[in-house]
Each structure stands twice: as C-alpha cells, then as structure tokens.
C-alpha cells in the first residue's frame, strides 16, 4: 500500500473514532440527564410515601373518632331506653292511680245516690 492509501485510510478511521467518540459523549449526556430524572423521581417517590404515611395517620384518627362516638351513641342510647322505661313506668302508676281515683268516686257517687233516694 501507498503512503496516500494508507493515510487517507488513517485519516477515515480517525474520523469514525472521532464520529463514535461524539455518539458516546451524545450518549453519556443522555444518560446523566436520566440519572438526574431518575433521581427527582424517586424524591417526588419518598415525598409521596409521607403522604401516604400522613394520610394512613389521618384515617387511623378518623377511625379511633368514629369509633369513641359510637360508642358515646351507644351510651346515649342505653341512657335513652332507661328514661323511656322510667317514663313508662310513672305514666302506668298515674294511669292506675287514675282508674284507682274514678272508680272510687264512681262509688262515691253512688252511695250518695243512694243515700239521697233513701232520705
């Protein structure tokens, strides 16, 4: 081979190391720049996962809250029933003392009806 050849040869792998080089730097800045989207990616991940937390936080209150007012309803309820027997039970003693009271003076009325056909 001829000195021209040779160097001309030179001279177009030079210019392909040079063409495959600048790809590999092209390349290597693409994958710095996925690097650094990988990264925000996970902060906005961790950033998430706290709210996630805060928020399981959250209903897990909301639950403990429901559960203490159901349990208040309960005893509302309970203390309800209670009043309710009890009013029950003094309208049943006013009824009978009621009927107890009229039929005495059912009796009443008659005996002074009595008494005045006999006088």
Avoid: C, F, P
Wanted: hydrophobic share 35%; charged share 40%; net charge negative.
């Amino acid at each position: 081979m001829s000195n021209g050849k040779t160097e001309e040869m030179l001279t177009q792998l030079i210019q392909i190391v040079g063409a495959i080089q600048s790809e590999i730097q092209g390349m290597k800045a693409e994958i710095q720049g996925m690097k650094a989207e990988i990264q925000g990616m996970k902060a906005e991940i961790q950033g998430m996962k706290a709210e996630i937390q805060g928020i399981k936080a959250e209903i897990k209150e909301i639950k403990t809250e429901i559960r203490e007012i159901k349990e208040r309803q309960d005893e509302y309820e309970m203390k309800n029933e209670e009043r309710y027997d009890e009013l029950m039970r003094a309208i049943n003693t006013i009824k009978a003392d009621q009927d107890y009271i009229w039929q005495k003076a059912v009796r009443n009325e008659r005996e002074i009806d009595k008494l005045k056909k006999h006088s």
